[in-house]
């Protein structure tokens, strides 16, 4: 029953994200029938009945895999309670997107909105079936995430690297407008993927990971402080400049530890399961789809 309820919310969400796309569709590009993958993520073994039972949490929170063409046309993916993702779904072609940002904006576990970074700069947020105007200016910016709260707020960050290597804070509001931005780190230009949802450490602080031009993956831990929102970073392993995209979409195998995806120049695309552990935060790589190459972003 509990596995049949978080599908049923799954769906709703979906069903939000429709109508999001077709207001978008009149506003920044044309709205597109729903299509199954020609080769989509690989089914998995079915976990056991009480991990599946596991509710998502802010901490390991359950965000769509989402993949957009070249062209602007973006899809959906929603995680099947087998450790992967099900057929792609909603959607829609969107010019002029830049970066999207999953958000959950009042920390329940469930992604319920994006911000929409625009090649412009512009800024929208959509929730609901709603799209906002919230900012300009964001050409600056050349990696833009949502880790979720790091300051223990009552709604999501966002963390913009601009092109000098400024990491910056964004604290969002219950309108979905930003508070202005806050500077918390230099240097990051050092590093070639940024990614993370949630807690990979388990000390139940979002954390995010991030890869250097060398191909060696750290782990920056969250502190709780919204002015130094990072400890130290903790080296994970080298290797990883075999991917070309890191993201995480939070908790895909429902065991209530924070995931991390890496796709292949081939368009593999390979979970590493969160461990909780800062020490060694991920898992053996397991393949769960091919074909995502001709994604130009994931998110």
Known sequence: MKRLAHRRRGLA???????????AATVTGTAVADTPAASGPAQRTVPS???????????????????????????????????????????YVWKGLKYSVPVDPDLTGYQDGAYHIMSNGVVNQWRGGHLKKVATGWKQYTSVLSPGTLARAAHPDLLARDRQGVLWRFQTRANGTLAPRVKVGTGWNQYSQIAGVGDFSGDTRPDIVARDKQGVLWLHKGTGNGRKPFAPRIRVSGGWKKFNKLVST???????????LARDPKGAL??????????????????????????????
């Open 49 to 91: 009945a009480a991990k599946a039972a596991l509710e998502p949490t802010p901490t390991a929170p359950s965000f769509f895999l989402s993949g957009i063409l070249p062209s602007g046309q973006m899809y959906v993916y929603m995680r099947d309670g087998k450790g992967g993702f099900g057929p792609r779904s909603g959607a």
């Open 13 to 23: 969400r979906l069903a939000t994200l429709a109508t999001a796309v077709t207001l």
């Open 250 to 260: 939070g908790d895909v195998n429902a065991d209530r530890r924070s995931d991390l």
């Open 270 to 299: 390979w979970l590493y399961k969160g461990t909780g552990k800062a020490s060694a935060p991920f898992k053996p790589r397991v393949k769960v789809g091919t074909g995502f190459q001709q994604y130009r972003d994931l998110f």
